[in-house]
T-cell receptor, first 113, second 112 residues
């Protein structure tokens, strides 16, 4: 069964550094999402992306965050200058259309030191 | 804003039925989902229900939706030790896109 893949599985970065989290959505999907889960808290929506532009973003998704689909297969989340509070599990998801279920990757655990 | 709540923990014996409950505040839900998260793994889609349905059955899983009370439940029949995981309720409540609002997750512990 097709699946969403995320790399790396664990990223350790110094505070203030830039980090790029990578995702390969399911190949025929058109809608892409990033969520995050801080340890012990709920899974929170960050951003949705369709037709090469952001469809919706949450308050968390400030100017330090950006998303990109650099080619036909990858979908990336960049955090420009990481803060300690960015430490979390980041999940990528994709869906075939706006009414279909979202399928999630295994996540990238981001640890900011 | 939208809020989704779940009880934090449920313990059952192997072979019994498990019922995991979820409540939500926004009546404009369109789809409601159940995801399973095993230790160290991602969010696995288990099942979902459209808001114009009351019930959906899929093998050992039964989803019940009470729109009046804004209550969703997931029943797992003949629970196995492999069902031990965190179960997340999530919903789409309108808005510009299909963003999911998640509950806190319920840790299901299955005792042999």
């Amino acid at each position: 069964e097709p699946e969403v893949t995320q790399t790396p599985s664990h990223q350790v970065t110094q505070m203030g550094q830039e980090v790029i989290l990578r995702c390969v959505p399911i190949s025929n999907h058109l809608y892409f999402y990033w969520y995050r889960q801080i340890l012990g808290q709920k899974v929170e929506f960050l951003v949705s992306f369709y037709n090469n532009e952001i469809s919706e973003k949450s308050e968390i998704f400030d100017d330090q965050f950006s998303v990109e689909r650099p080619d036909g297969s990858n979908f990336t989340l960049k955090i420009r200058s990481t803060k300690l509070e960015d430490s979390a599990m980041y999940f990528c998801a994709s869906s075939g259309d706006n009414n279909q279920p979202q399928h999630f990757g295994d996540g990238t655990r981001l640890s900011i030191l | 804003g939208e809020d989704v709540e779940q009880s934090l923990f449920l313990s059952v014996r192997e072979g019994d039925s498990s019922v995991i409950n979820c409540t939500y505040t926004d009546s404009s839900s369109t789809y409601l989902y159940w995801y399973k998260q095993e230790p160290g793994a991602g969010l696995q889609l288990l099942t979902y229900i459209f808001s114009n349905m009351d019930m959906k059955q899929d093998q050992r899983l039964t989803v019940l939706l009470n729109k009046k009370d804004k209550h969703l439940s997931l029943r797992i029949a003949d629970t196995q030790t492999g069902d031990s995981a965190i179960y997340f309720c999530a919903g789409v409540f309108g808005g510009a896109t299909n963003k999911l609002i998640f509950g806190t997750g319920t840790l299901l512990a299955v005792q042999p």
